[in-house]
């Protein structure tokens, strides 16, 4: 049921007996396009990385490493976004190859060996049967058959590859040592890349990893290790960052990619409704982050990022993530918080009045704010931008914004940006995906999705922060009056929307946000709480 309906329905609820649980709108199952079309997804995305990269290269892809904590147990395990992309593996020690200059073998799993002592501490580790039905990918091997296939690929790489050991955690990654007997589906390597090889041998072969342009961040280490021991020994190959190929490939969503980005959205917005219900004065903002945790959990899912919850002035801090302070009678509630499913993020926000009513200062601030985000959606087609001009998604976004601005008394010149951006300091628009924040592009295309998520705040110490320079200061000097009336307020309004070949279509419009709607919804469904067990 949609929650428009659901509000609808709600007005009844004073009538409504207490088991009656239809009144709470519930996520629906998972899209039957999630299993159903996960391998014709999945081959399709290798499919194209093989047409890009071209016969004369070769992709290699870790899975992401766990993290330790506590140096006893791991952080919950996520996959890299980049082999999940191309595999759908959730294994930990993993290697995926693309070969597209080879014969048969063009695609390869290389998984760690099972190790009966480490899934009593750890757990199930997907057997090569397991990874053939997950991935499409008919060719599964050990990971200690990696040394043999690289080693026969550019035989200047077996000095590098003796002895080493990946650090694949969970009884995964290595590739020598007790794996170094050939298991029986070892395959004649040098028969079976015989093209690669011999490109290799005329220097002519190209080797496409991960490789961030920060020589010393955190992911991705294995793979900077290993292009710079392939360098060290001169392996006449090219090494190429796989970076720009991938996220120009995932701005464009599939069909299924949307239907789970849906999901991920209604999940979320069973959240909002149980948030919106019991955020009341007096309450803890850590309960409405338990609401949000509590209700991803039990449906299959996870939080995209870490929750925001923050009342009071906590709303003017973009990125709040304490969530200790408990919620006045009066107080605005801003909330970013979102679900993951299946590894892609919905990225959702609402500003709510925590007494259920907005003062009218507030109520100024929230409609101006929601008047932006109603310009930057006629912006969301094809060939417009996030960015740039009036015709982008900020631009007519910022244009409003300014006149509104300039109207309460906030900015003294209609026609600045620079006024404006010191009550609107971020970004509108991004991508979602794999990544809450999941690749973009300058132009808009049909099949993308992205958020449009306007924010005025008005933090209590901003005129005091500001530049020391006159212009500043008689800025601050000519706004403090009506600036004492809206500090400590901080509005932000978030959806997710897809680019279609017409008119946008906001994916997270089912959860309330014009003001008129956010306060009978709030109304509506505190009133049913009363008589009807949240779901």
């Known amino acids: 049921m949609q929650f428009s309906k659901l509000l609808c329905s709600l007005t009844l609820a004073a009538c409504a007996c207490a088991a009656d649980t239809a009144v709470w709108k519930i996520a629906p199952p998972p899209p039957a396009s999630w299993q159903r079309d996960r391998l014709a997804d999945l081959a399709a995305r290798r499919k194209a990385v093989m047409e890009q990269i071209g016969d004369h290269a070769v992709l290699i892809l870790y899975a992401a490493e766990p993290r330790n904590y506590a140096n006893d147990v791991d952080w919950p395990f996520r996959q890299e976004n980049d082999f999940f992309y191309l595999s759908g593996l959730t294994q930990p020690g993993a290697t995926l190859v693309l070969v597209p200059g080879a014969g048969k073998i063009r695609e390869m799993v290389f998984l760690p060996r099972s190790n009966a002592a480490q899934e009593t501490w750890t757990g199930h580790m997907i057997t090569a049967a397991e990874a053939r039905e997950t991935s499409g990918v008919e060719d599964v091997f050990e990971s200690g058959q990696f040394n043999g296939f690289f080693g ?114 209604d999940i979320t917005a069973e959240a909002f409704q149980r948030a919106y219900a019991v955020a009341a004065p007096g309450k803890p903002e850590y309960e409405i982050q338990a609401q949000f945790e509590f209700t991803f959990l039990r449906r299959n899912g996870h939080w995209g990022y870490p929750c925001i919850v923050g009342s009071g002035n906590n709303t003017t801090t973009l990125h709040y993530q304490s969530n200790r302070d408990t919620m006045k009678a009066g107080d605005l509630l801003l909330m970013d918080d979102a679900a993951e499913f299946d590894q892609y993020s919905a990225d959702v926000t609402r500003t709510i009045p925590v007494s259920g009513k907005f003062s009218q200062e507030q109520a100024a601030i929230y409609r101006l704010v929601w008047e932006a985000q109603q310009a930057g959606f006629a912006m969301a087609k094809p060939g417009h931008a996030a960015s740039g001009g009036p015709d982008s998604i900020q631009g007519a976004a910022g244009e409003v914004f300014k006149q509104g601005l300039f109207k309460l008394g906030l900015i003294t010149d209609p026609k600045s940006d620079a006024e404006m951006r010191i009550w609107f300091n971020h970004g509108i628009s991004h991508g979602i995906g794999l990544n809450v924040h999941d690749p973009g592009g300058s132009e808009l295309q049909p099949g993308m999705v992205i958020t449009v998520e306007p924010g005025l705040y008005f933090r209590p110490d901003a005129l005091e922060n500001l530049p020391k320079t006159p212009e500043m200061e008689k800025f601050a000097a000519a706004i403090r009056p009506v600036f004492e009336k809206y500090k400590g307020i901080g509005v932000r309004i978030e959806d997710d929307v897809l680019i279609t070949t017409g008119a946008p279509k906001v994916i997270s419009a089912a959860i309330p946000s014009k003001l008129e709607d956010v306060e009978a919804g709030i109304a509506r469904l505190r009133q049913a709480a009363k008589t009807t067990p949240l779901p």
Request: glycine share 10%; proline share 7%; charged share 20%.
């Open 152 to 265: 026969a690929l550019i035989p200047r790489s077996r000095a590098i590859l003796a002895g080493a050991q990946g650090r694949g955690g969970r009884g995964g990654g290595v590739l020598s040592g007790p794996d170094a007997a050939p298991p029986a589906n070892t395959p004649d390597w040098a028969t079976a890349f015989a093209k690669p090889i011999e490109y290799a041998g005329r220097q002519e072969l190209q080797l496409y990893m991960i490789l961030p342009a920060r020589p010393n961040a955190v992911e991705y280490r294995r793979e900077q290790e290993f292009a710079g021991k392939l360098a060290s020994v001169g392996t006449g190959i090219a090494i190429k960052d796989a970076t720009t190929l991938f996220n120009n490939l995932r701005r464009v969503k599939s069909q299924r990619e949307i239907d789970l980005l849906q999901h991920a959205v």
